[in-house]
């Protein structure tokens, strides 16, 4: 333990892996949960938030808008209990295996991810004007 | 189809829908495997590489560091052929849901998150240091 920074050995080392964005000094997060891989949101983090989330097991945010750390949850309840993290080929993104303690998004949806791009109404609506058909429309029927 | 653009009313109408980056004009995109759902990688599309995914049913994408568009596997020949997109809450990332020709990541590995964090060898390396145990490894024991 560093008692300048609190941080651990692993923790330094695992935090200094990471390619935060040169600029803003954030990390893209995948979110997805362990047991059903689904993927339930996306967020980003800077070298703080992952500290946090090392720290705790909870998962930590920063939040572009508000400029703000924020713990999944804090207000909720809603939190996820991050089980793992993977780092891809060029450490410039990250995934957050989670067990997830109720809905993850804000609507109440368990997933942020509960639309398709490309609708069916909207796909029926196109399909009256142009004829045509979509790739999401041919694959989900 | 608008004879101006080369796209269809459908297609104007899903590229509309999405948040892209107020700077970059960029979204991220998460590429899942439609069958494991296992997450693949992670890059960045634009409304030109989303209209050309949307068009092609083959994933593009737009380079950061080189700025340009890029569809997968164009050179590897492991081309992702995508057959649904998700769009979250905020409509400001996406995933794209597909049938991968080959491994994804340019290192061999299906995926490019093959490695986590906090491995175990700095695990047991921290853990001599410290004698503290990282969340990782409490769980994946």
């Not at 920063?62 to 924020?70: D, G």
């Not at 993977?86 to 998004?105: M, N």
């Not at 004007?129 to 989900?140: A, D, K, P």
Request: proline content about 1%; glycine content about 6%.
């Amino acid at each position: 333990m560093d008692l300048a920074t609190g941080e651990s050995a692993m923790q330094s080392v695992a935090l200094a892996r990471v390619r935060y964005d040169a600029t803003t000094g954030l990390v893209p997060v995948i979110v997805q949960e362990a047991k059903t891989r689904e993927v339930l949101m996306m967020a980003y983090a800077n070298r703080e938030a992952l500290k946090r989330t090392l720290a705790t097991g909870q998962a930590w945010f920063f939040s572009r808008s508000r400029q703000e750390y924020w713990r999944k949850g804090a207000t909720s309840g809603n939190t996820l209990n991050v089980l793992s993290i993977w780092v891809d080929c060029d450490a410039d993104s990250l995934i957050y295996w989670v067990e997830a303690v109720g809905p993850a998004c804000h609507t109440g949806e368990r997933s942020c991810f509960y639309r398709t791009l490309v609708s069916d109404s909207m796909a029926e609506q196109a399909d009256k004007l142009s004829g045509e058909v979509s790739i999401e429309r041919s694959i989900e029927k």
